[in-house]
């Protein structure tokens, strides 16, 4: 019956090879072989481990300095020399004459500095010292200058002893090394063997200067020691080409990283290595001043707290103060740059600053550790320890995502699919370079191209180890029907994708951007196996506590695709990037290369851009087609006898009152007010009248504006005439006799009202409409309600709300729907104003002011929410995604314009989309893929901005990869969406067949696959562990289920809300989350905000979980019950609900009152939590025994037998049946297939 | 007599053949983005009734001429033309729906069966040519 066919068509492309972008021009050096490097490689190991142990035991303070420095120099820095000191023979001189020739005409612009390159150790010592705790550039700065004369020395005179003497000065600096040095030092010692002349320098600046000052100045200096000695090797190295991708790859990722050590307790750890990768130093710009720097260190005070904003790691929050400012803060980085642009720059000792960063930048990072030192497992334990830490911040709902376990026990790196690194296996030297860095894989996708046999020989035996060696935890086979306590004690949180960490922490959030496959699938036809969708989940607007702003004249964008420039994207050499979408090779602007943040030039990938996967861009006027619209917000409200009844319009108009002045806009904002019944008024509310006119025009077939200029008017400047009409509006109409409802010519007045500036409509409707253009008629036949055969009419009637959105879409209009009435209205026609005006739709069953106080709350809540949240006008989105995949269906409130172009008149935080993709090209030549979302929308005040987001996921060839990352959430998520589409535009029996087919088919592709289980019983992978519960509960959803009594609107309305809601929201609307709540207590307990928030565990949605002794919760995402058992505890209804005992607890009760006892204020304390994670604020109910709402709370307990549905047990053994059937058919074909 | 029938038919073909370039030109146009898809649909929802009427007429004209070869070779285009044009949901605005249009790969089915319909119709545009020459001839 009705599968769903993942796939489209696919096309077999003969496979793309990479361009090759990057020719080996940088190789101008001697060709040294590499393996020339692990000869000195023989002596690191021990080092390496040796001052690990050393530094990261040191307190992260500066007093604890000058020994710290003394072992450092002994242990660390001659060891490190001493190797290279066999590859120090030819000073490479080609590149770094063009650098410094280039850097000095840049530096000429700049103001004479004070302190000459000779100078530069002394001063450099010196100056750091005194301004250690003012600035981390400070004493970046100093090193700078040392470094640059000293290597320039180092070169002609083979260096080491000098290295050492300059290694004495930077006294201040030791201090820091606890933090990062360790890592860079390992770098520096291995990295040689991948070398690029050219390194681009990396965002660490940005990124270190967040933590105290001292931190930053580490890997700076770390960096620079290491090329020293390897001056001669940088340049030679014929590997360079594929490299330097790899190398800026990690770049890019590996600031992030340093912040996260740091933050996790200023650990050092194996990692470093990227750190060092990147470090290397480009032109430092501030770099060669000392003296300078003491300027620039005042100005830069509030620096740690700006720059930490940008970093947006995943799994990190910061407190949400700093995080405010972050906009403007950036923003004004990016105006000094314009201003004072080549400023810090120095002049007398760049030059050899020039030489020396080319040389160090030679030194890459591609470095490695035996995979076996402890070092690692060390770091993994930190980092590892790291989270609680950070979750216990972030109150999201989805939590960080935590490191798997399985990672700690032999790869350092993620479970290491062995596909990512074999290139660097068999490439790179021998054994102690081998181990795999995490570093590599970025660049992994060049490999093949240079190596095509040895990549695939050892993703072979990848393969192998992966299945072997070990088993990542997400591929654990999980019984379903003996285990049954599948449910995480906490919520289910989002899997990581297998990336280095690097790139993990640069990652988009998973809240903004999921896709169903965090590890995608090389090839269609893999796909095609996996019987699971492809598609991602997005959630683009998303209210953040952090997000860089960016403002600059040019937006750099690759040139064919016009992709945003992104932290996955490789820096070829310092002047041009290779897009990681379409893998053209683009200039980098010369604007691009000075970096607002450091001042620093040459930087390019660490501007803000590069480092953060979610940025905002200010855009410049190309983006717009005309000037910015003003905020306009138009309200249609109904008016007939149904609606004053309802008495929606009190609330309505007490909630504009409150809220007016917090309607997102400017000075330019506009406001009006159109009714309607039989006829349609609208409000002159010009300014200067004494009091708001009526106007009303009765000949609603041919509907026109009576004063086209004054009904919207400024909200400023009338905003008396606006308060005494909404004062007076809800008396006006109280004697109506009107019945009928004329909302057709309603909105085809507002339509005309808004065309000329587009901006958003708020429809309130109590009926079904019946008069003029677009009247309805009843179509719900109520005793088909709990029908199991065939429900019909989910589809709109009429096509006219439709035409209506796509006219109001083009005008940039948005039609948001609110539906408050008591009988059938028919949403399924009305919701497609809009559905495709990109609207959204709110919906009150037998709403009533007085008679259901409920519903009367949440329209209050919700309103308060809607008039003040966020609001992006004349928006547009795109989605791209690597050259191979395409995107082929979309889900979400909004209109297609063309292919890949969706169309939001408005956007608002509380939307969210979905797409589906098909591999149409085998993505076999790359080891990444990346997908973007950009977001280009004017904001309320008035400004162009786009918001991009970009994630990267690993490619995987094997079947048990892609299931190991299936992220079970979002197949759910994107099932329920493509089961809406199918039971409109087919049945709903042939949308529910399909959603157990989706559970049948991969799970027995699954066991297919999984030759050593038993057939006879019902095993998923630990990732899909939850996905027959899941899908039985969207099949026990009121949108799908069948044989409940279950109103079409009602129906209708979620399924609208599974096709506009994001994920987050949706699965708490599938699968509730109920919780114990009579014996909350204060062990597993975290802490947000100073107050205390129990964490009472997940229980399973069963009414055998309830016990009459108990007290529970459940969060629906949109309401939440607290059932009270009959014999609950009478000190807990006392405590917490404030009534002596189970009887006298009213039936009708919405709000827990204020008590003093610990429990109450737990219990409060934990609801309050739960609803700041949501921004519509539920509405809470409790309920007994009796109570007319227990059957709407039994519904959701969705493990539970009904007359009409499976338990899950149920569910689950027919699941299994249908599988033996189909694993049978499968084994019969294959029978007949073979020979 | 005969020869008339097939001038009619062979012009009305002529029409048929210039509407399915129409089509495939005008989704090409979409697929490329060089318009959007709400004029794109307009456009050719303009244009289905004609269609349908346009090949309803041949597929009856020789029905009634009993020419039962070529009858039957139009009969399952024609009908398929018809069940489309009934089957299109209250709520879309056509046959090509701009909502949908770019939704589970319906562009590309559009264009299959615009490429599909040119092929069948220059196919008929010969054997009317044909017919109509050995019609004349005859006469």
Same mark, same amino acid.
């Given at each position: ?96 004459? @063009? ?56 070169? /002609? ?39 690029? &002349? ?72 194996? &990692? ?132 798997? &376990? ?20 068999? $490439? ?103 019987? @699971?969708?492809?598609?991602? @989940? ?72 590069? &480092? ?126 009107? /019945? ?8 085809? $007045?507002?339509?005309? @009202?808004?065309?000329? /500036? ?54 940039? /209009? ?90 939001? $008149? ?330 | ?139």
């Amino acid at each position: 019956m009705g599968g769903w066919d993942f796939t489209l068509d696919s096309h077999t492309i003969p496979l793309l090879q990479p361009k090759k972008g990057a020719a080996p021009r940088y190789q101008n050096g001697p060709v040294q072989s590499q393996m020339q490097f692990p000869s000195g490689y023989g002596s690191h190991p021990p080092n390496y481990s040796a001052p690990s142990g050393h530094y990261s035991q040191v307190p992260n303070k500066a007093a604890a300095s000058s020994h710290l420095d003394n072992q450092y120099r002994a242990s660390y820095y001659p060891t490190y020399y001493s190797a290279p000191a066999q590859n120090v023979m030819t000073p490479s001189v080609g590149s770094s004459v @063009l650098n410094t020739q280039e850097s000095q005409q840049f530096y000429n612009k700049t103001p004479p500095h004070t302190v000459g390159s000779a100078e530069g150790p002394i001063q450099g010592a010196i100056s750091p010292v005194s301004y250690l705790h003012t600035s981390a550039q400070q004493s970046y700065s100093a090193f700078g200058n040392h470094y640059s004369t000293s290597v320039s020395s180092s070169v /002609t005179s083979q260096g080491f002893p000098l290295n050492s003497d300059r290694y004495t000065m930077p006294v201040v600096s030791s201090a820091l090394y606890p933090n990062v040095s360790y890592p860079a030092a390992a770098g520096g010692v291995y990295g040689q063997a991948f070398t690029s &002349q050219s390194l681009p320098a990396v965002g660490q600046f940005k990124e270190t200067t967040t933590f105290s000052s001292q931190s930053t100045s580490v890997p700076h200096s770390l960096q620079q020691h290491v090329p020293m000695g390897y001056n001669s090797t940088l340049s030679t190295i014929p590997s360079a080409q594929s490299t330097q991708d790899n190398l800026s790859r990690h770049l890019t990722g590996s600031a992030a990283k340093v912040n996260n050590q740091i933050n996790t307790g200023g650990v050092d750890s194996p &990692q470093p290595m990227h750190s060092v990768s990147q470090t290397i130093p480009f032109t430092k710009p501030g770099a060669g001043t000392p003296a300078s720097s003491a300027v620039v260190s005042s100005v830069r005070t509030p620096a740690p707290s700006l720059s930490s904003q940008p970093r947006s790691s995943p799994s990190v929050t910061q407190s949400p103060e700093s995080a405010l400012q972050e906009g403007m803060q950036y923003g004004g980085y990016v105006n000094n740059q314009a201003s004072s642009a080549p400023a810090p720059l120095s002049s007398s000792s760049d030059d050899e600053e020039e030489d020396e960063e080319d040389e160090e930048a030679a030194i890459d990072s591609s470095s490695t550790t035996s995979s076996a030192s402890p070092v690692l497992n060390n770091y993994d334990a930190l980092e590892g320890g790291g989270y609680p830490e950070t979750r216990s911040v972030t109150s999201s709902p989805v939590p960080a995502p935590s490191v798997p &376990q399985t990672s700690k026990a032999s790869k350092p790196f993620g479970y290491g699919y062995p596909t990512l690194q074999p290139g660097y296996q068999n $490439a790179a030297p021998p054994a102690p370079v081998q181990p795999s860095n995490p570093g590599h894989h970025p660049g992994f996708q060049h490999y093949p191209q240079q190596y095509p046999g040895v990549n695939q020989l050892s993703s072979s035996l990848g393969g192998l180890s992966l299945q072997h060696s070990q088993q990542p935890e997400s591929l654990r086979p999980v019984n379903l029907t003996q285990d049954r306590n599948i449910l995480p004690v906490s919520s289910v949180p989002a899997p990581v994708p297998n990336l280095n960490s690097d790139l993990r922490k640069l990652n988009c959030s998973p809240d903004s951007f999921r896709c169903t496959l965090t590890n995608i699938p090389q090839t269609q036809a893999l796909l095609n196996k996996a019987k @699971l969708p492809l598609g991602l @989940l997005l959630h683009p607007f998303r209210d953040l506590t952090q997000l860089p702003v960016i403002t600059s004249s040019t937006i750099v964008r690759c040139r064919s695709c016009r992709t945003y420039i992104n932290p996955f994207v490789s820096f070829i050499d310092q002047r041009r990037w290779k897009c990681n979408l379409c893998y053209r090779v683009n200039d980098v602007p010369e604007e691009f290369m000075y970096n607002p943040l450091t001042r620093s030039y040459g930087e390019p990938h660490k501007r803000p851009e590069v &480092q953060n996967s979610t940025v905002e861009f200010i855009a410049s006027s190309d983006y717009m087609l005309r000037p910015p619209q003003p905020a306009v917000y138009l309200f249609v409200l109904d008016v007939s006898h149904n609606a004053v009844e309802a008495g929606y319009l009190t609330i309505l108009c007490q909630s504009l009152l409150e809220n007016l002045d917090k309607l997102p806009g400017d000075s330019r904002t506009r406001i009006g007010f159109i009714t309607f019944d039989s006829t349609v008024q609208f409000y002159n509310l010009q300014e200067g009248l004494s009091q708001p006119q009526m106007l009303i025009v009765s000949d609603i077939d041919d509907i026109f504006l009576p004063t086209p200029d004054s009904l919207l008017v400024n909200l400023h400047e009338s905003k008396e005439l606006i308060k005494d009409l909404l004062n007076a509006l809800p008396n006006m109409f109280t004697n109506t006799r009107e /019945t009928h409802s004329a909302l057709g010519p309603a909105l085809q $007045a507002a339509f005309k @009202l808004m065309s000329p /500036t587009g901006g958003r409509i708020s429809v309130f409707q109590t009926q079904l409409p019946s008069l003029g253009a677009g009247l309805l008629h009843s179509r719900e036949d109520p005793n088909q309600r709990s029908s199991t055969k065939v429900v019909q009419h989910l589809g709109p009637a009429t096509d006219f709300y439709k035409k209506l959105a796509l006219d109001c879409s083009g005008q940039q /209009t948005a039609v948001d729907l609110f539906l408050l009435s008591s009988q059938y209205s028919d949403l399924a026609s009305l919701a497609c104003m809009s559905k495709y005006s990109a609207g959204c739709i709110y919906y009150y069953p037998s709403f009533h002011r007085s008679h259901n106080p409920a519903q009367a709350e949440k329209l209050q809540k919700d309103l308060k929410r809607y008039l003040t949240r966020k609001i992006g006008f004349e928006a547009v989105m795109r989605i791209r995604c690597t050259k191979g995949l395409s995107i082929h269906t979309f889900h979400g409130n909004f209109f297609v314009r063309s292919t890949d172009l969706l169309s939001l $008149a408005n956007v608002n935080p509380d939307a969210g989309f979905a797409v589906q993709m098909s591999i149409e090209e085998s993505l076999t030549d790359t080891s990444l893929v990346c997908f973007q979302t950009a977001l280009l929308y004017t904001s309320s005040k008035g400004e162009r901005r786009i918001r991009v987001h970009t994630l990267c996921l690993p490619v995987v060839s094997s079947l048990a990869d892609v299931y190991a990352g299936a992220d079970v959430q979002a197949v759910v998520c994107l099932l329920a969406n493509m089961a809406v589409d199918r039971s409109v535009s087919s049945s709903l029996a042939d949308a529910r067949d399909a959603l157990v087919n989706a559970v049948v088919d991969s799970l027995a592709a699954y066991m297919s696959t999984a030759s050593n289980l038993q057939q006879s019983v019902l095993v998923a992978p630990n990732s899909l562990r939850l996905f027959p519960l899941y899908i039985l509960a969207l099949l026990k959803q009121k949108a799908f289920r069948t044989g409940t009594s279950t109103r079409l609107d009602d129906r209708v309305y979620a399924m609208c809300q599974m096709k506009s809601q994001p994920l987050v929201h949706l699965m708490k609307m599938i699968h509730p989350n109920l919780y114990r709540i009579d014996k909350l207590i204060d062990e597993s307990t975290i802490h947000v905000n100073d107050r205390v928030v129990p964490q009472p565990p997940l229980q399973k949605l069963s009414a055998e979980k309830l016990t009459r002794e108990g007290a529970f919760l459940m969060d629906c995402g949109s309401a939440f019950y607290i059932w009270i058992g009959k014999n609950c505890d009478n000190n807990f209804i006392k405590d917490v609900l404030g009534y002596p005992d189970y009887a006298s607890v009213p039936q009708k009760m919405t709000q827990l009152p204020e008590g003093d006892a610990p429990s109450s204020e737990r219990t409060r304390s934990f609801i309050s939590w739960l609803r700041d994670s949501r921004p519509l604020s539920p509405v809470l109910q409790v309920i007994k025994d009796e109570n007319p709402g227990k059957t709407e709370f039994f519904q959701h307990l969705i493990e539970d037998r009904t007359e009409a549905a499976f338990s899950y047990y149920e569910f689950l053994l027919n699941i299994q049946q249908q599988i033996s059937t189909y694993v049978g058919r499968i084994r019969s074909f294959q029978l007949l297939t073979l020979p | 007599m005969e020869s008339v029938v097939f001038i009619f038919s062979l012009i009305d073909n002529c029409a048929l053949i210039f509407l399915s370039v129409y089509f495939i030109i005008t989704l090409s146009d979409l697929e490329c983005d060089y318009i959007n898809a709400r004029s794109c649909c307009s456009k050719l929802n303009k244009w289905v009734v004609p269609e349908v009427v346009g090949h309803a007429v041949v597929t009856v004209l020789m029905l009634i001429s009993l020419h039962w070869f070529i009858f039957l070779l139009n009969l399952p285009v024609a009908t398929w033309n018809i069940y489309r044009y009934i089957m299109v949901p209250s709520g879309n605005m056509g046959v090509f729906d701009p909502t949908e249009i770019h939704n589970r790969g319906q562009l590309k089915s559009h264009m299959k069966e615009a490429m599909i319909k040119l092929g069948f119709h220059l196919l008929c545009f010969f054997m009317y040519l044909y017919s109509m020459i050995l019609a004349l001839i005859n006469d």
